[in-house]
């Protein structure tokens, strides 16, 4: 096994699990992903946390796989990196990176893809394609532009330059440093899945669909959720527990 699975209090721990070769992407890696975040589709997983072993996220994908291998780079996307990228998407519930090392290539896009960020401040961000003359991949073309905008999307990803977690931090690509990303991960993840997990599921969606909708777009999809969120009975719950002065979860 090269993904190390955990599960606690609805929270899925999945922790990648070749720390020789810095967590970097094989086939076998994908395969058990795949199958983990298919498991995440149940109705008891509330939270999802990604993490590495050892002293890294994930140097990207293992570079001494793909020279061996008799198919490219496109194919190696449209397998493997691809689908799972686009579960993390489309999985209804909150999904955190706890980055706790050097995230490198694919390392980063994944990283990017999840909807938390907590670096370590040891961790660091190598966009580190160009340095072997590829383009950037698992959606990091598209997660960096939108976090932090063409220019300074364009400047970073060609440039290679490793980026620490405070200039992470500073740029908008992490929500949060800590001494123990993972542990403060698990706080994150604990309190997200104490709480209504429909209405945060919709709200990924509407904040998935924000970007590309135009304004009038937007507000039809909100009326749409808020009404599919309306009919859950943690609404109705939480609303009689306000007006009888209960606590109702909100900070
Ligand atoms: O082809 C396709 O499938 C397309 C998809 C592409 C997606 C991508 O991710 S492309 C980018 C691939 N990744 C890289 O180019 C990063 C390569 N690694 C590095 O630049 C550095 O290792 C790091 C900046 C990540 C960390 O540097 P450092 O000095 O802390 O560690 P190190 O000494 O370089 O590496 C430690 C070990 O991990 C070393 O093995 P050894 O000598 O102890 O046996 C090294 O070879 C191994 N390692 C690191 N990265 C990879 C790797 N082994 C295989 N693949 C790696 N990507």
Redesign the pocket.
Known sequence: MVLEVGREEGVLELTLSRP???N??TAELHGEIAAALKDARKPDVRAVIITGAG??F?????????QS?SF???E??RR??NPNLRAIRALEKPVLAAVNG????????LALACDIRIAAEKA?F?P??I??G?VP??GLSWTATRVLGPAQAFDWLVSGR?LTAAEALANGLVHEVAEDALERARERARELAAAPGDAVGLTKRLIGAALANSFDEQLELERQLQQLASEHPAYMERVAAFLQKQPTGAR
């Open positions: 020789d070769a810095l970097a992407f002293r890294a994930s140097a990207g994908q293992d570079l001494a796989e793909a291998s490219g780079p496109g190696r996307l493997y990196y050097v995230a490198a290539g694919a390392g980063v896009g660091s190598v580190a394609f340095g072997i590829l991949d698992s490793r």
